[in-house]
């Protein structure tokens, strides 16, 4: 399986003066051709053009490295996510269901920045901007879990905005990681993944008592 985008690695040498962004990107292009688990400290120099050495002056060990690029990651992933929430605008449901795409298109079109974020197995503990990194990016997650959780019909009770965040999360990082990242190991599906993720929130939706039919924009309420 690679996490590669379509256009190939390219071979990047220590050329322009900066040593760290240099280690950054080889790393990224390793993930992408390899994994996160399946390079080491020494080939990431190597693949940057320096010595095995050079890392050292920026991290301590390829964990370090790898948590670098998670956070990049996430800080972009939070950007994606806010920008298709926008505040919930027009209406919460059109922007949910924005997010929700948004959210499988940067599994796609990012997937070794994906793969540092989500399957490195680093631990957050101990990682302080890393772990925030991840938190503002679920905040965003959040929120739109706490207007829906809002908008809940009062008759069927209204569930734990934080329940309603990590039942989101978990179906759009299932589908993002089964059927929307492009592994040459994919399933293939008679629909789309934003397609699947759609369908999955509306039966989701319809067990909180949400009537499937989406409401007209500027429903009093959204």
């Not at 197995?121 to 929120?143: C, K």
């Not at 009062?154 to 759009?172: E, Q």
Request: proline share 7%.
């Amino acid at each position: 399986m690679s996490w590669r985008k379509q256009s190939g690695r390219s071979e990047r040498g220590y050329h322009h003066g900066n040593l760290k962004e240099a280690l950054l990107q080889a790393a990224l292009d390793l993930i992408a051709e390899k994994g996160p688990g399946g390079f080491t400290f020494a080939e990431a120099a190597r693949s940057a053009g320096v010595s095995p050495a050079a890392p050292y002056r920026h991290f301590r060990d390829r964990d370090e490295l790898i948590s670098s690029i998670a956070e990049r990651g996430f800080l972009q992933f939070e950007k994606v996510l806010a920008a298709a929430w926008d505040e919930g605008r027009p209406d919460t449901f059109s922007a949910f269901e924005r997010m929700g795409r948004a959210y499988l298109t940067f599994a796609r079109d990012e997937p070794a920045f994906y793969s540092a974020m989500f399957e490195s197995g680093l631990p957050l503990d101990g990682n302080p901007a890393l772990l925030a990194a991840s938190e503002r990016a679920f905040a965003v997650i959040r929120a739109t879990a706490e207007r829906l959780a809002a908008l809940a019909p009062p008759g069927a009770g209204r569930p734990p905005a934080l329940m309603v965040a990590l039942h989101i999360w978990s179906m759009s990082h299932g589908i993002a990681s089964l059927f929307a990242r492009g592994d040459a190991a994919r399933r293939k599906l008679p629909m789309s993944p934003e397609d699947l993720l759609e369908a999955g929130v509306l039966i989701y939706l319809r067990g909180l008592g949400f009537a499937t039919e989406r409401p007209p924009a500027g429903t009093p309420g959204e």
